[in-house]
């Protein structure tokens, strides 16, 4: 399969535990991006790479959110301390040129 | 500020007639538009696209319209069938950047 992973699909964590998430793209696309859509939202942006550069960050985006992307290839979104407003579907898109693809997604639940 | 809103939140219709979903958006410098399909506990799918300097493009049974004075653009499904189910989401980009997405609409096709 050459689309867009992400790993892992589902993650239940307790409230102020540190949670990563890994997002694989279609290996020939420079760009990738994260998004995290709530429950009735569409996907909101949160974060994009060209390369391994981040060039853009959403106001989303808390201190408590950082992402990589060492090397241009995979990238990983973590969050540190999280709250239960956190809970929601991270996804991840990568694209050349055109549309983006998206992964299926990671569905993160803090109680 | 919702730039890109879908006010529809469900659509229902029959088995081989049209579906039309409709999106408005209130950034002007948008110039790329595109339709996603998701289905539950998946990632968007990409569907169509249209650039700001087209004001029609189709594929297969999807065609989308856009028209820009009116800052509209439509998503005509025909002839519709029950694997169209889906939520669909209308975004909108600047010059290739990030996505805006409205909040979806629920389509059921009926058999």
């Known amino acids: 399969d050459t689309g867009v992973s992400q790993d892992p699909r589902h993650k239940i964590t307790k409230r102020g535990q540190n949670v990563t998430f890994r997002c694989d793209p279609i290996?020939?696309?420079?760009?990738l991006y994260w998004y995290r859509q709530t429950l009735g939202q569409g996907p909101e942006f949160l974060t994009y790479?060209?390369?391994?550069?981040?060039?853009?960050k959403s106001r989303l985006l808390s201190d408590r959110f950082s992402a990589e992307r060492p090397k241009g290839s995979f990238s990983t979104l973590e969050i540190q301390r999280t709250e239960q407003g956190d809970s929601a579907m991270y996804l991840c898109?990568?694209?050349?040129?055109?549309?983006?693809?998206f992964g299926p997604g990671t569905r993160l639940t803090v109680l | 500020d919702q730039q890109v809103k879908q006010n529809s939140p469900s659509l229902s219709v029959q088995e081989g007639r049209i579906s039309i979903l409709n999106c408005d958006y209130t950034?002007?410098?948008?110039?790329?538009f595109l339709w996603y399909k998701k289905y539950p506990a998946e990632g968007p799918t990409f569907l169509i696209s249209i650039s700001s300097i087209k004001d029609k493009n189709e594929d297969g049974r999807f065609t989308v319209f856009l028209n820009k004075s009116a800052k509209h653009l439509s998503l005509h499904i025909v002839p519709s069938q029950p694997g169209d189910s889906a939520v669909y989401f209308c975004?909108?980009?600047?010059?290739?950047?990030?996505?805006?997405f409205g909040e979806g609409t629920q389509l059921t096709v009926n058999p």
């Open positions: 950034n002007s410098m948008f110039d790329y």
């Open positions: 898109a990568s694209r050349q040129s055109g549309e983006q693809f």
């Open positions: 290996s020939e696309h420079n760009r």
């Open positions: 790479f060209q390369n391994e550069a981040q060039l853009e």
């Open positions: 975004a909108a980009s600047r010059s290739g950047s990030r996505l805006t």
